[in-house]
């Protein structure tokens, strides 16, 4: 891959607005796990794989299972591994990550209604796009695992 700019250096301004988005997500209300589960499965899908070698790592720290993590990527089929809660954060994640495939689905809003407030949801979206934005600037910059963003 052709080295390309760093972030910091060229757009510092852009970088500055960019982490004040994940210092509202470190503060938002919802659980350190679904953060975790929501940047790597987005990362997945948007083949970060920076973003998934620090997201993976995080969230182990953060007590997630191995077990989970390498299901993540199947969720669906993983019966009994994610809670009811977890499974519609997680199909918000790729209707939104895969928005030009007809983004957040009527049926998805009104289940995640069951279980989150609108607040909730609210931030659940904001984290998604978030680390959407992160897995574009990585992927565009062609960041190397390893190399620092910020």
Wanted: proline content about 1%; charged content about 20%; some cysteine.
């Amino acid at each position: 891959m052709q080295k390309r700019f760093n972030i910091k250096e060229v757009a510092p301004s852009a970088l500055t607005a960019m982490i004040g988005l994940e210092t509202y997500i470190s503060t938002c209300s919802i659980s350190n796990s679904t953060k975790e589960l929501i940047k790597i499965r987005a990362s997945q899908i948007n083949g970060c794989a920076y973003c998934i070698n620090i997201h993976t790592q995080d969230a182990i720290k953060n007590g997630e299972t191995n077990q989970r993590i390498f299901l993540l990527n199947d969720w669906r089929e993983a019966e009994g591994v994610f809670t009811e809660e977890e499974k519609v954060v997680l199909a918000i994640t790729e209707e939104i990550t895969l928005i030009h495939q007809d983004g957040l689905k009527d049926d998805t809003y009104t289940n995640a209604l069951q279980f989150f407030s609108e607040t909730e949801i609210a931030d659940i979206i904001t984290a998604i796009i978030t680390i959407n934005m992160w897995n574009r600037v990585v992927r565009s910059t062609h960041l190397l695992i390893g190399q620092s963003l910020a």
